[in-house]
C-alpha cells in the first residue's frame, strides 16, 4: 500500500531555533497533503492544508508565520516551526492520500515528529 | 461541518472477551468513515473503513466495525481481545468529496488486561 514517511521521528531544540519537519509520499504523488498537531492524550487536530505549487490553507487559530508550510514537489511536503518555544513541543503528524485513486481510499500518515523545545 | 465522537476516553476489558469502542459522527451527506490505531510515540495505522455497501465491515487484526445510520453510529468491534490490542483508537469522518482532511474523534484508549 502506500506509504507516507516522516522524518525526524524525534527532534530536541533549544527555544529560538526553527525546525523542519519533513513529509514524503514514497510510492504515489501527492498534491496535497495534511498536518495535524497532537498534543498528550488527545485527539489529532488539523493544522493546515499543504498544496502543492500553491500557498498551505491554514486552520483558524494556526499561526502562519510560525509553523511554515512548503510543498515544492508532488513528494515532499515540509513544516518548520519557526522561533520555537517551549509551548510549541507536540507530536506532528503528516498525512496524504493517493489523488489518482478513488475518493473512498484512506489517508496514509507519517510516523510522526515528537518535538521537545527546551 | 463534519464532526466525530467517542464518548468513552477508557475502554478496560479482559483477553479474550469481546471489546467494543464506540463512535458517532456527524457529516453532510454520505460518510466515510475510518478506524485508525496508534501506538506510543508512532503514527496511524489504519484499520479498516466504510464507504458503502455491507453495514459490517472487516479490517486488520480481526477488528470489524458495524456501521449504522440511522444511529450515525460505526462501532469499532472485536470478538476476542488480545493484550496487544491495548493501544489507542481514533475513530475518524469525512466528506465523500475526499478533498477535505479527515475529522478524528478525541480518541479512546484501550487497555486489555492479561
Known amino acids: 500500500g502506500a506509504v507516507v514517511s516522516q522524518h525526524p521521528s524525534r527532534v530536541i531544540c533549544k527555544s529560538g531555533t526553527s525546525v523542519k519537519i519533513e513529509c514524503r509520499s514514497l510510492?504515489?504523488?501527492?498534491?496535497?497533503m495534511f498536518w495535524y498537531r497532537q498534543f498528550p492524550k488527545q485527539s489529532l487536530m488539523l493544522m493546515a492544508t499543504?498544496?502543492?505549487?500553491?500557498?498551505?490553507?491554514?486552520e483558524q487559530g494556526v499561526e502562519k508565520d510560525k509553523f511554515l508550510i512548503n510543498h515544492a514537489s508532488l513528494t515532499l511536503s515540509t513544516l518548520t516551526v519557526t522561533s520555537a518555544h517551549p509551548e510549541d513541543s507536540s507530536f506532528y503528524i503528516c498525512?496524504?492520500?493517493?489523488?489518482?485513486?478513488?475518493?473512498?481510499?484512506?489517508?496514509?500518515f507519517g510516523q510522526g515528529t515528537r518535538l521537545t523545545v527546551v | 461541518a463534519q464532526s466525530v465522537a467517542q464518548p468513552e476516553d477508557q475502554v478496560n476489558v479482559a483477553e479474550g472477551n469481546p471489546l467494543t469502542v464506540k463512535c458517532t459522527y456527524s457529516?453532510?451527506?454520505?460518510?466515510?468513515l475510518f478506524w485508525y490505531v496508534q501506538y506510543p510515540n508512532r503514527g496511524l495505522q489504519f484499520l479498516l473503513k466504510?464507504?458503502?455497501?455491507?453495514?459490517l465491515v472487516k479490517g486488520s487484526y480481526g477488528f470489524e466495525a458495524e456501521f449504522n445510520k440511522s444511529q450515525t453510529s460505526f462501532h469499532l468491534k472485536k470478538p476476542s481481545a488480545l493484550v496487544s490490542d491495548s493501544a489507542l483508537y481514533f475513530c475518524a469522518v469525512r466528506d465523500e468529496t475526499g478533498r477535505r482532511a479527515l475529522t478524528f474523534g478525541s480518541g479512546t484508549r484501550l487497555q486489555v488486561q492479561p
Open positions: 498525512s496524504a492520500r493517493d489523488p489518482k485513486k478513488s475518493t473512498n481510499t484512506e489517508a496514509f
Open positions: 457529516v453532510s451527506g454520505n460518510p466515510y
Open positions: 510510492d504515489f504523488q501527492a498534491t496535497t
Open positions: 499543504s498544496n502543492e505549487g500553491s500557498k498551505a490553507t491554514y
Open positions: 466504510y464507504i458503502t455497501g455491507d453495514n
